[in-house]
C-alpha cells in the first residue's frame, strides 16, 4: 500500500476490519508528510486536536510530535509514552486509536510494546473476571500514583486537570462487541466503592496479568513505519533503551472515540 495516494473503498473497509480483529496494525515503508499522515488517518476516523498544544505541527496541528527531544522547563529531557497506559483515559470519550508514523530513529532500541487487554480479559479467572466486571476506575490526569519521574511534566501539564472521569474497568468494544480491561496504571486514581489502600494491589495484579508475552506485542521499528492501535483494547509502551545522542521522533494522531460502556 502507498499511503499517499487515496485508499479505494474495498481497501479502506478492508483495513478498518483487520484493525477492529487484530488491534495494532503496521505498514511499513511509507514516506509521508503530516498532511499525508493526516488524510491516512481520515481514512480510519476523525482526527481530533491533542491537548499538549506545544508539540502539535505548527501548520497542520492535528499532527503532533513524540520525541526523546522533548525538555521540561528547567531542562531535563522527558520522554512520554515510556510506561505501560492507553491514551487519554482521563477524558469522557476517550481516543478509539492512536496513530504514529517514525521520522527519525535510534539504530538499535526505542521499541513500542502493546499489551491486549481484551486476550487478557479473556484469560482472568472466573472470579478475577467477576470481581473486574462489577468495577469503574477513575481516571484523572493528576493522579497521585503518577512515578516521581513525571511529577515534573504533571506540574507543567496542569492546564488540563480535571477531577476525574469514571470509566468501566471491563469494557465493551463498540466493533467487536468483546471485552478488555480498561485500565490506564498512570491515570487510575482509584476504584469506585474501593478502599484507596486496596487499589494499588488490584492494578498491579491486572497489569501483571495483562503484560505477559502471550498478550503483548513488541515492534522494532523502521523508518517509514505507520502503526495504528486500538486505544479501547490496548495499553502501550515505549522502551527508553537507546543512545539519547540519536533522534527517535514520531508524528502521531489520535482519533476520537466514544463514551467507553
Ligand atoms: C505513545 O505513548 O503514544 C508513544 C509511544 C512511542 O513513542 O512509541
Redesign the pocket.
Known amino acids: 500500500i502507498d499511503l499517499t495516494q487515496p485508499l479505494d473503498r474495498d481497501t479502506a473497509a478492508a483495513l478498518n476490519r483487520a484493525f477492529v480483529e487484530h488491534a495494532v496494525l503496521v505498514v511499513r515503508g511509507q514516506s509521508l508528510q503530516p498532511r499525508d499522515f493526516l488524510a491516512v488517518a481520515k481514512q480510519f476516523g476523525t482526527p481530533v486536536r491533542q491537548h499538549l498544544e506545544q508539540f502539535n505541527i505548527p501548520d497542520c496541528p492535528d499532527v503532533s510530535t513524540?520525541s526523546n527531544q522533548e525538555k521540561t522547563k528547567t531542562g531535563k529531557i522527558n520522554?512520554?509514552?515510556?510506561s505501560w497506559?492507553t491514551?487519554h483515559s482521563f477524558t469522557p470519550e476517550p481516543p478509539k486509536a492512536?496513530m504514529?508514523y517514525s521520522v527519525a530513529l535510534p539504530d538499535t532500541g526505542?521499541?513500542?510494546h502493546w499489551a491486549h487487554m481484551g486476550a487478557a480479559y479473556e484469560a482472568l479467572s472466573p472470579d478475577l473476571r467477576t470481581r473486574v466486571d462489577g468495577l469503574s476506575a477513575v481516571h484523572a490526569y493528576t493522579d497521585s500514583r503518577v512515578p516521581p519521574d513525571l511529577d515534573e511534566r504533571k506540574r507543567e501539564a496542569a492546564e488540563d486537570v480535571t477531577d476525574g472521569v469514571a470509566h468501566p474497568l471491563a469494557r465493551t468494544h463498540p466493533d467487536s462487541g468483546g471485552k478488555a480491561i480498561y485500565l490506564n496504571p498512570l491515570r487510575v486514581r482509584r476504584f469506585l466503592g474501593m478502599a484507596p489502600e486496596d487499589c494499588s494491589g488490584l492494578i498491579g495484579d491486572l497489569v501483571a496479568h495483562a503484560t505477559q508475552p502471550e498478550f503483548t506485542y513488541t515492534?522494532r521499528?523502521q523508518l517509514g513505519d505507520m502503526v495504528i492501535w486500538d486505544n479501547r483494547c490496548c495499553m502501550?509502551?515505549?522502551d527508553t533503551d537507546y543512545d539519547f545522542n540519536q533522534i527517535?521522533l514520531?508524528y502521531?494522531i489520535i482519533l476520537a472515540g466514544d463514551k467507553p460502556f
Open positions: 513524540i520522554v512520554r509514552g515510556v497506559h491514551d492512536t504514529l526505542g521499541n513500542t515492534h521499528w502501550h509502551k515505549a527517535r514520531m502521531r
